[in-house]
């Protein structure tokens, strides 16, 4: 089975669902569901062999809204059901994507273990700085004196994570930034990363509105990623720190080992079962 | 006590003893491949400290005629390389006054509390015979000792040393059989030591361990994708499959942990490829969630769970029957699957292969529960049978009009998309769902659904292959697991001895097939359920589904010592 681009060419909303989201009015999330439609439109990718794979949160429901093959899983696993799939199903696209609590918070030890074995997928973090699905508490990207959550009133007193360090550390070798509020870019920041050949990092400013309606000013606060794209990991380090977290585009892109696996078939069962006889 | 032993059963226990580095295991694997080259059947199990290397270990074989599924009440042979820490397996090495001691002078004196057994001493100078060797090894020399006192035959512990060692090269080989030449030759006082007899025209048989048959048991079933954390004492499991799923076409991926492996398992058999992953008592209750969501999401996944001390870290290296509360109950809201438990090291095979096909056909979770002491151990054994249900998973056609991925059927299974199919493209969900798939807190879809994921595994007709029956009479035996052998075996004596005692050993655990048990246990008056863990859970368990009369006893003995023939013979007969 290869992806063989179908005879009419299909159009964005053709790989939107007839679901609507329960997404309340503003989410970033919805600019982030059209990005994807819009970027494997453009790929021409056949939707029957592409597949989304999410975890629990607001952002996780993206999968039953896409026309693809699709798994909601629980709450900090999808990149290990996506490498699951991807393992024993390497003719397909594979697509993950989820919040800032989802990938970092519960799911944080499977996001290092899937950018160090680079397997070629593409992971979209839905960044809103917030748990949104629970009501509002501090994720690992919160500020730590953000107050607003009944859970850390006094802010949660610990410095956050920076998700496009950690990636590059641990090895992803494709790690850009996105914005919700700036579909065209992303559409294209996804086309990249879904072509890239590894482990390809997404993460995406997206602003939830009903609990960090703060969030309505990133639109002032994005801009073009201060440093170049670089397939040199040292500079790639160093320009996320001068950056600040707010800058959009591509950071890091190089070739790395892509794990695979390496079936032989030169066995039959019957085989292995002589192996065993005296 | 009396043991009761049926002289139609002979079989021949040896059990060897040494520190850290004497070549204990070694010595036993290859005595286990002689007397299969001599035509019996055996079983050899292993203890040993909690060094990771190094520490002292013991080697136990049970040998016979017929195939062999549980250790002796005694001994025969006890054979020393040293004495060092041999304390720590008095209990697991029991002797008697039938039994014979087999001790190198130069390694010390026997410690008195295994004199105290009444056991016959042979000196055997095996320090000194293999000194004369160059590159001589002592464990070696022992090993052409005992077979000379056993009657193993030359050429079948030469073939086997040959076999073994043929990869550490034609030295190593060489200075080995030259030492069992001088422990087969060497002059040895009268010993009551019985002589294993010539077997003609041996059957067909294999050598295997519990945990490779569990692993050729996947592959056997379909199993063409695995995801793997490494776990005492599930980790040859996995070890097994890496290369060889390899070589059917299949792959292996090491998971970062257990909350990866069974999630990683999801994906592949979403896929559409059997998946399958292996653990002990930690990993499974790391991957609980995870079987609860391929439950729901009707993903089909088997996990092999080889059982260790427990709670916690427990007892690592040593057995018990202590997960079935988690295997059964472990999952949070209402969530049917299947639980097995294989009967031995043969049935290490079948009960997998069996487990993936019921999971394939039925879109649901199996837990299969193995333990250390049949997981670790090795045999040799026939053949074994293949499972036969038809383990098909049913997908859905392409271009099917309006597909429903959790369509409500008679049987309760529904049709399987694989991505790919064109026309059957859904989300599998976690979150319960309408039968599209379609996320749904609605009662009638809860209920639809949970009636629906029930019943396909309910009303499925499991055959004969719920349980293995051995024997009739008015005393029962039920029981499951690695418990089932010394429970046939209770009863074979017992029945012997004018008690007709029937033993049950279920291999299906849940769903329990309470009519078909209830029928086994037609006219019975008395019930022994036997089983290795301390709080008797399978027993309670039995009790909860109303199958046991009130007056049914409990044989309950936690690990890891294992649950002898002659404890449930006695334990039996304090009620007659
Ligand atoms: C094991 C487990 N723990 C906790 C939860 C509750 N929970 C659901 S979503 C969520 C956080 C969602 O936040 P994020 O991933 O950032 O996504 P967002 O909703 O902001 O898009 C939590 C804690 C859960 N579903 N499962
Ligand atoms: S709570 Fe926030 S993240 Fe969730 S849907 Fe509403 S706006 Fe979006």
Redesign the interface.
């Known amino acids: 089975m290869t992806c063989q681009p179908p005879v009419t060419p299909l159009k964005a909303k053709d790989y939107k669902s007839q679901i609507k989201p329960v997404w309340c009015p503003g989410c970033g999330h919805f600019s982030i569901l059209s990005a994807v439609t819009k970027a494997l439109a453009h790929l021409a990718l056949s939707k029957e062999q592409t597949a989304l794979i999410s975890g629990i949160g607001c952002s996780s429901r993206l999968p039953a809204y896409t026309d693809v093959y699709g798994f909601h899983g629980v709450h900090g696993r999808a990149l290990a059901v996506a490498s699951g799939l991807k393992a024993a199903r390497p003719d397909l696209t594979v697509l993950v994507a989820g919040g800032d609590g989802d990938g970092f918070s519960i799911g944080g030890n499977h996001f290092m273990h899937a950018c160090r074995r680079n397997m070629d997928m593409t992971y979209i973090v839905m960044d809103n700085e917030v748990y949104g699905m629970t009501k509002g508490q501090a994720s690992p990207t919160t500020a730590p004196d953000w107050t607003q959550s009944k859970l850390t009133p006094h802010g949660t007193g610990v410095p956050s994570f920076n998700p496009a360090a950690i990636a590059l550390a641990t090895g992803a070798s494709f790690v850009a930034r996105g914005f919700s509020g700036d579909p065209k870019t992303l559409t294209q920041l996804l086309v990249e990363a879904i072509q890239h050949k590894g482990f390809s990092f997404v993460q995406v400013l997206s602003p939830c509105t009903t609990f960090r309606p703060e969030q309505k000013n990133w639109k002032h606060e994005v801009h073009d990623f201060s440093g170049e794209p670089t397939q040199n990991s040292a500079q790639a380090a160093h320009n996320i720190h001068v950056d600040g977290g707010m800058g959009v585009g591509i950071i890091y892109q190089a070739e790395h080992p892509v794990w695979e696996p390496t079936p032989s078939a030169t066995h039959t069962v019957d085989d292995l079962n002589m192996g065993f006889s005296l | 006590m009396n043991s009761m032993h049926t002289s139609q059963t002979k079989t021949y226990s040896v059990a060897i003893i040494g520190s850290g580095g004497s070549g204990v295991v070694t010595t036993g694997q290859i005595m286990l491949k002689a007397i299969?080259?001599a035509g019996f059947y055996g079983l050899m199990s292993r203890s040993s400290g909690p060094q990771i290397r190094g520490g002292e270990s013991a080697a136990m074989l049970r040998i016979g005629k017929d195939p062999v599924t549980c250790l002796d009440d005694r001994f025969d042979i006890l054979m020393a390389f040293d004495w060092l820490n041999s304390d720590r397996f008095n209990d697991e090495i029991p002797l008697g006054p039938n039994s014979t001691i087999i001790r190198d002078p130069d390694a010390g004196d026997i410690p008195q509390e295994l004199l105290d057994s009444g056991a016959a001493v042979i000196d055997a100078p095996l320090t000194a015979l293999s000194k004369e060797i160059k590159q001589g090894r002592v464990n070696m020399a022992g090993l052409g000792f005992i077979s000379d006192l056993m009657g193993i035959p030359k050429e079948a512990i030469q073939g086997a040393v040959e076999d073994t060692l043929r990869r550490k090269g034609p030295e190593v080989t060489q200075a080995a059989q030259s030492c069992i030449e001088a422990g087969y030759h060497a002059t040895k006082t009268d010993s009551t030591i019985e002589k294993l007899p010539a077997i003609d025209n041996p059957n067909?048989?294999?050598?295997?361990s519990g945990n490779?048959a569990s692993g050729?048991g996947a592959?056997?079933g379909g199993v063409?994708?695995v995801?793997a954390y490494p776990i005492t004492p599930a980790s040859e499991i996995l070890e097994w499959l890496a290369p060889?799923?390899?070589?059917?076409?299949?792959?292996l991926?090491q998971?970062?942990?257990e909350?990866?492996?069974?999630?990683?398992?999801?994906?592949?058999?979403?896929?559409?490829?059997p998946?399958l992953t292996a653990t002990s008592g930690p990993g499974l209750s790391l991957m609980m969630?995870?079987l609860?969501?391929a439950v729901t999401?009707e993903t089909p996944i088997v996990v092999s769970n080889v059982m260790r001390g427990g709670p916690s870290t427990g007892i690592p290296t040593k057995s018990e029957q202590s997960d079935l509360n988690i295997a059964l109950y472990g999952f949070h809201g209402d969530a049917p699957h299947l639980v097995l438990g294989a009967l031995d090291i043969q049935d290490c095979c079948f009960t997998t292969q069996w487990a993936v096909q019921l999971t394939e056909e039925l879109q649901t979770v199996a837990i299969v529960l193995s333990d250390q002491s049949q997981g670790q151990a090795r045999a040799?054994i026939d053949?074994p049978p293949e499972a036969t249900a038809a383990g098909v998973r049913i997908t859905a056609p392409a271009d099917s009009e309006d597909y429903l991925r959790y369509s409500v059927t008679d049987s309760g299974v529904s049709p399987m998309?694989i991505?790919?199919?064109?026309?059957?493209?859904?989300?599998?969900?976690?979150?319960e769902h309408n039968p599209k798939?379609?996320?749904s807190s609605m009662a009638g879809d809860h209920q639809v659904q949970l009636d629906k994921r029930l019943r396909k595994i309910v009303d499925y007709n499991y055959q004969d292959d719920w349980a293995v029956t051995r024997g009739e009479g008015e005393n029962v035996i039920v029981t499951w697991g690695s418990s089932s052998g010394a429970s046939f075996e209770a009863a074979e004596r017992l029945t012997a001895n004018g008690h007709p005692t029937k033993a049950v050993a279920l291999r299906l655990l849940a769903p329990l097939q309470i009519d078909r048990l209830l029928a086994q246990l037609n006219g019975a008056k008395r019930i022994v359920v036997v089983e290795q863990n301390h709080s008797a859970q399978f027993f309670q368990y039995l009790h909860a589904n109303q199958v046991l009369p009130g007056e049914a006893r409990s044989l309950a003995r936690p690990g890891p010592l294992p649950i002898r023939p002659s404890d449930i013979v006695t334990f039996m007969m304090e009620d007659f």
């Open positions: 299969a080259n067909p048989r294999w050598n295997i490779e050729l592959v056997r063409r994708f995801a060889n799923l390899e070589k059917v076409g299949g792959s991926l998971a970062e942990d909350l990866a492996s069974v999630n990683m398992i999801i994906g592949g058999s979403f896929g559409g490829v998946s969630e995870g609860g969501l999401s040799v053949p998309a991505p790919g199919t064109p026309g059957g493209i859904y989300t599998a969900d976690g979150l798939g379609t996320p």
